[in-house]
């Protein structure tokens, strides 16, 4: 394999794929830097071009425009709060904040480096592994894949922002709309009112934008005041990456997190930012400050999402199951290009395979580099005033939107949301419960409903099963532990406050009552 | 609802590939790409391109898409079996449509692919300048009679029509190692699908008239082909049934020993019959099967069904015309489309690595592919409906 690596390495530093990485790079961060379009609308972008293209050239170019949506899509996310794609809104809940307290370059300059580093890593752990992969995934059956959804829907419980019920409302909320739409397993519409629209439920592209971008902007134009106060002096770029090195060890956990969870076929890695968030935050000694521009909310959901696209090419290319809705697109595209997902691709085809994995490398480099030399300019968008910045982002991420089936529900759709969003902010209920709700819902009901329709209730014994089973469950009781000692430290500080300021009052009233005598 | 399936009209004869291929250079040769079948049956009115039939090949308008923009409408998400069919043939129209226009793809999901045909049947304007690519997510809501469906898939002109058929093979785990072991070993068989109203009714239906189907547990709802494809290689079920395209790509397993084909269900022939599956020459048919376990060649009512289902299988993957679009575009499209198939070396090369099977392009073979989705027997279909609502009531509504 390691001839073989070499020998890959090599094909693609050759001029021309260089050639196509470059021109891919170049189109996956344009469409990752704009609010509401991801990599999946990259893909269907570059597929009519790949025709007739030999299929290193072709997947060159593809590969090298996924990999580096979630590099540019942080912009957005942490100059002006919007998620740049479905994939990065986790990083708008510090990054942003960051970039509020004038620190956007130190933010971006985190976010960079790591997803680079998280990039690199996941490539590095895929080139690793991806000979022996196989069994691994076949070893996952439905049952399996019901309880990686669990464990998703468990994250909820670490997102909540301290209101375990408002975030379980929030969350159940979002299950409920996730099943909106033709049912997973039964011939059944669900809450379609005989809008066709509806039949195919709500995409998570307007889903995101409406909850995260339309309250923000809402904000943005009542304050009316630039988003940033100052820019941070010099030195802002290096901070950052001086963050990322300080935290080396979440940037590797949460590649490697990012990865395993590409590399499971089903679940889509949709919700991998915000699983990484969650672990990140729950590890944390001192998770005070996340939420608030904690730049470890920056590192984890960043390093994980370049590394998940790494992961989601094992069952793309090894079982032609798409491991995200951007794999999806590839999947064409490797037909197109005369491909066959299947064993061969780590057998016969095992260079092929391996130079789209030194893409992912490459492209991961050039796309860093590329936003860490538009920081400083791009970052100046937080000073510009709302009343002129709104207006058109309202225009770019209304086209966007737009774009995703050409269908006037698609604005509804998001400025519906947009509405439940603003509200939820406004009484500071957390959003990010509804995301994984919502995201889970269809893969988590048909998971059951295929575990019980095929094994009853014997998957439940299953060893997988039962590991996964025992995961959910320490984490609930560590977090809820955590949670009762924090409310019990505040319980107690308050006390303490309260029983000073009552012996303060006590000894005024005595020296009150000593001037009396006196 | 049925009634939109149109007149009932005997399947018109279908000749072997070869033969209409021969047909279709000698008239190629003359220069009259429409010469109208020489079976005396009627044709329906409605459609289009038999209509101007008659008319010399100098009147056709070959500036009519010059400077113009097609669209190829695809009722399905980028990626796809349906999309790959637009995307490759994009380039090939491009080239070959006289005035060498713009070919774009253009992609609507909503509904499941239901309406993109309404829209296509109903609300654009048939000028000429789309072709819907009538695919499996139009066809089977149109053939099973979902009540959203506003559009007639027996009435749009075929431009050229990409046949699938289907492949049941089992893991070599159940000690099956052909068909007539089947009956012996249902005990333990588990199938795995998406739903009995999409491409798997084809299995459905071969194993009712197999007389198997009831022994086998079946398990609903998998995401997709490739989902349940995967689950038989996981071992979460052990008899799987897909289309020939998917076979195609995931043929390594039978190379591995990790599945063996025991049906492969073939061609429709004029008397009935199955031919067998070029792909799958050793594997038998349906009716052959049968003629294995029973003594006998099929027959009743689920025989019958299947094979109205198969003729609409083979030509539900096809580019079509609105039927009140101009002859024309239909005429000079498919003239477009035979000069590659014929004349582009690269056609049958690239197609032939992700398709088993050749497209149906002759004015015969599209005659015939037209004539059979417009013969369909309304009572069989109606027998499926039946079926599928008594059998399957939690997954047919």
Not at chain 1, 315 to 328: C, H, K, Q
Not at chain 1, 342 to 347: I, K, L, S, T, Y
Not at chain 2, 88 to 97: E, G, T
Not at chain 2, 178 to 204: E, F, I, R
């Amino acid at each position: 394999v390691l001839d073989a690596a070499a020998e890959a390495l090599v094909n693609v530093a050759s001029l021309q794929y260089f050639g196509w990485i470059v021109l891919g790079t170049f189109v996956g961060l344009m469409v990752g830097v704009i609010p509401g379009l991801g990599g999946v609308t990259g893909m269907s972008l570059l597929l009519p071009f790949i025709f007739g293209m030999d299929p290193y050239s072709g997947l060159a170019l593809l590969m090298g425009m996924a990999a580096v949506t979630h590099t540019s899509d942080t912009f957005p996310s942490v100059l002006i709060g919007l998620p740049g794609s479905a994939g990065s809104q986790a990083t708008i809940l510090d990054g942003y904040a960051m970039a509020r307290k004038g620190e956007a370059e130190r933010a971006l300059g985190a976010a960079f480096t790591v997803s680079l580093a998280g990039g690199v890593i996941g490539a590095l752990v895929l080139l690793a592994t991806i000979t022996a992969i196989r069994p691994v995934v076949l070893s996952l059956g439905s049952p399996e894949l019901f309880m990686f959804a669990l464990l998703g829907l468990a994250m909820v419980g670490l997102l909540t922002g301290g209101q375990p019920f408002a975030g379980l409302t929030v969350g159940a909320i979002g299950l409920l709309l996730g099943a909106v739409g033709a049912a997973p397993a039964t011939a059944e519409y669900r809450f379609t009112y005989e809008i066709l629209y509806l039949y195919d439920g709500f995409p998570i592209a307007l889903v995101a934008l409406g909850l995260f971008a339309i309250p923000e902007m809402i904000d943005l134009l009542i304050d009316d005041r630039p988003i940033a106060k100052s820019m941070e002096l010099r030195g802002g770029r290096l901070r950052g990456i001086r963050d990322a090195w300080t935290h080396k060890f979440l940037v590797l956990r949460s590649a490697v997190f990012g990865n395993v969870i590409g590399v499971i076929p089903g679940l889509g890695g949709a919700v991998v930012d915000w699983m990484a968030y969650g672990f990140a935050k729950q590890t944390a000694k001192d998770d005070s400050q996340f939420g608030k521009g904690d730049v470890r909310g920056v590192i984890a959901p960043e390093s994980a999402n370049n590394a998940k696209e790494a992961g989601t090419l094992v069952p793309t290319l090894v079982f032609g199951i798409p491991g995200s809705p951007t794999t999806a697109v590839l999947l064409g595209g490797l037909l197109l290009l005369g491909l066959r997902p299947g064993p061969e691709m780590v057998g016969s085809q095992l260079p092929l395979t391996l130079s789209v994995i030194w893409t992912l490398v490459v492209a991961n480099a050039l796309g860093a580099l590329a936003c860490f030399a538009l920081t400083k300019q791009i970052a100046r968008v937080t000073t510009v005033p709302p009343k002129i910045l709104v207006p058109c982002l309202l225009v770019v991420i209304t086209i966007a939107a737009y774009q995703s089936s050409f269908h006037w529900g698609d604005i509804a759709v998001m400025l519906g949301i947009g509405v439940l969003g603003w509200w939820w902010k406004q009484v500071g209920w957390a959003r990010a419960p509804f995301i994984i709700g919502f995201v889970l819902s269809t893969p988590a009901e048909r998971y059951l409903h295929l575990s019980m329709s095929r094994y009853g209730l014997e998957w439940t014994g299953r060893p997988i099963v039962m590991v996964i089973a025992s995961m959910i469950v320490l984490g609930i009781v560590v977090e809820a532990v955590r949670q009762t000692r924090r409310r019990n430290r505040v319980r107690a500080a308050a006390e303490a406050e309260g029983r000073s300021a009552a012996a303060k009052g006590r000894s005024a009233a005595a020296e009150g009552a000593d001037h009396e005598r006196a | 609802m049925r009634a939109r399936l149109g007149p009932t009209i005997r399947r018109r004869t279908t000749r072997t590939l070869g033969a209409a291929l021969a047909m279709a250079l000698v008239l190629a040769a003359c220069g009259n790409g429409d010469e109208p079948d020489a079976a005396p049956e009627p044709e329906p009115a409605e459609d289009p391109a038999e209509a101007p039939a008659d008319e010399p090949e100098e009147a056709v308008d070959d500036d009519f898409f010059a400077g113009q923009t097609i669209t190829i409408l695809v009722p399905a998400a980028p990626g796809g079996g349906a999309d790959n069919t637009a995307q490759f043939h994009a380039p090939y129209l491009q080239q070959y449509v006289p005035g060498n226009p713009s070919v774009r793809v253009e992609h609507d999901t909503a509904a499941g692919g239901i309406a993109a045909g309404n829209r296509y049947f109903n609300q654009m304007e048939p000028d000429g300048y789309t072709i819907f690519l009538s695919a499996f997510t139009t066809t089977i809501p149109w053939m099973v009679g979902e009540a959203e469906v506003d559009y007639n898939v027996a009435a749009l002109t075929q431009l050229a029509a990409f046949p699938y058929t289907g492949v049941l093979y089992v893991s070599p785990d159940t000690g099956i190692e052909s068909v007539a072991d089947l009956p012996d070993n249902l005990d333990g068989l588990v199938k795995g699908g998406v739903s009995p109203t999409s491409t798997d009714l084809m299995g459905v239906l071969a194993l009712e008239v197999l007389g198997v189907r009831e022994g086998i547990q079946e398990v609903w709802g998998y995401g997709g082909t490739g989902d349940h494809v995967l689950a038989f290689q996981q071992g979460e079920t052990n008899i799987d049934a897909t289309t020939n395209v998917v076979w195609n790509r995931n043929s390594w397993m039978q190379d591995e020993g990790d599945a063996i084909p025991i049906v492969a269900y073939g061609f429709l022939q004029d008397d009935g019959t199955f031919a067998r599956d070029p792909l799958l020459p050793d594997v038998p048919t349906v009716d052959e099967a049968h003629e294995i376990l029973y003594g006998e060649p099929p027959s009743g009512e689920a025989w019958e069904a299947f094979k109205n289902v198969m003729a609409i299988i083979h030509v539900a993957h096809s580019m079509t015309m609105h039927p009140d679009a101009p002859p024309d575009a239909a005429r000079i499209l498919r003239a477009a489309l035979r000069d590659a198939i014929e004349n582009d070396p690269n056609y049958l090369a690239e197609w032939g690595e992700a398709n088993p099977a050749e497209p149906f392009y002759t004015p015969e073979d599209l005659d015939q592919s037209q004539a059979a989705i417009q013969g369909v027997d309304e009572a069989f279909i109606e027998w499926v409906q039946t079926f599928l609502s008594t059998e399957y009531p939690d997954e047919f509504g």
